[in-house]
């Protein structure tokens, strides 16, 4: 089943940092539409190891010898399905409803909220009915007009790590673009902006680049595009006309975070193109864990730096009696404070959304 080392620094898409998988399963659904079929021809050809899977939602026979290894060898897997669920999630503060393109991501950053979300299933899922997805989402928009509706694509994937493979989001980018109700959003820790530049998106869609200090990028973000390289897809998003904005997540107090973040908006500002600061917005996310994100960060990542001491953190509260830890307010405030009076002073004209 498994390919060479060899075959897979060959493969063009893996040199260029794009995500080629080690294993592809196909839902037999999923071939029936014009995006399946084209996967496994493509996958076929390429001599990539394909089996069927009854269902996206439990695919087995992944190797593995033990938890770990099976848990990597899952990121390197892409499951091809319907996606059957057309009942939207919400997406508070940055939206009103998920819009659910992929699950999953390759990339191995430790703090993800997918190690919780996705926590037993964590291949990669594409879903080939996006047209269907798309309708779906045209009725919530009919629904709440003549208010605006906000779809973010970014709660269970990173959907421009796969957008090579589904061209996903380029028809999302495209429906919205025609929607006068429906705004789309999304976040990417990767440059790979080509497919979406050029087309037509109306401003309607919020493009973000997740970004953060060197120490949190460097430790906690392994198999994730550089800051440059984010900073330099920032550039070409932004003149290709879409709005633009960055998530500063997780915000993480490490030794000397203060001047971290400043560094960070600072090479921001020297770097951005003056095109890009229209429009342009800030959302900021503390870090926080669950016990049971600690529990599978240690267990997959266990060199890990990332602090998870629940003695130095503040218990809250959330829904279903699921509660995290965040930072105590004291700490809390210190950051909110440090990152808006940063970001007032370098990026004036920008609004900060939410800092949570
Ligand atoms: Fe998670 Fe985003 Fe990192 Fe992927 S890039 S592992 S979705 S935080």
Do not use: K, T, V, Y
């Given at each position: 089943m498994a390919i060479t080392d060899a075959e897979k620094t060959e493969h063009p898409a893996n040199r260029s940092g794009l995500f080629v998988p080690d294993w592809v399963f196909f839902e037999p659904a999923a071939l029936s539409y014009p995006l399946g079929e084209e996967l496994y021809r493509r996958y076929k050809a390429e001599g990539i190891p394909i089996e069927m899977t009854t269902s996206h939602n439990q695919v087995r026979?992944?190797?593995?010898?033990n938890d770990r290894e099976k848990y990597r060898n899952a990121k390197r897997t892409l499951v091809v399905g319907v996606r059957r669920t057309l009942t939207f999630e919400p997406s508070k503060p940055s939206a009103e409803y998920a819009l659910p393109l992929a699950t999953g991501c390759a990339a191995h950053c430790h703090y993800c909220y997918l190690n919780t979300n996705i926590g037993t299933r964590p291949y990669v899922r594409v879903y080939v009915n996006t047209e269907e997805i798309l309708q779906r989402a045209a009725q919530y928009i009919e629904q709440r007009k003549p208010e605006i509706t906000r779809f973010e694509a970014a709660c269970t994937s990173d959907p421009l790590a796969v957008e090579h493979i589904t061209g996903s989001l380029r028809r999302a980018v495209q429906f919205f673009a025609r929607q006068p109700y429906g705004r789309l959003r999304f976040v990417t820790k990767?440059?790979?902006v080509e497919p979406l530049l050029g087309i037509e998106h109306n401003k309607h869609t919020r493009f973000r680049f997740s970004i953060n200090a060197e120490y949190v990028v460097k430790h906690f973000e392994p198999g994730t595009s550089s800051f440059q390289q984010r900073l330099e897809a920032a550039g070409k998003v932004a003149a290709a006309g879409y709005p633009l904005g960055f998530i500063i997540a997780p915000l993480y107090r490490f030794a000397g975070w203060q001047e971290g973040y400043t560094r960070l908006l600072e090479n921001l500002h020297d770097q951005l193109s003056p095109q890009a600061l229209d429009e342009l917005t800030f959302e900021l996310i503390q870090h926080r864990f669950t016990k049971i994100a600690k529990q599978l960060i240690l267990q997959r990542y266990p060199k890990t730096k990332l602090q998870m001491n629940e003695a130095e953190r503040k218990y809250k509260w959330g829904k279903y009696g699921k509660g995290k830890y965040v930072y105590p307010d004291e700490q809390a405030q210190e950051l909110r404070s440090h990152l808006q009076q940063e970001i007032a002073r370098l990026f004036p004209q920008a609004r900060i959304e939410y800092f949570t």
């Open positions: 026979g992944i190797p593995g010898e990767f440059h790979h």
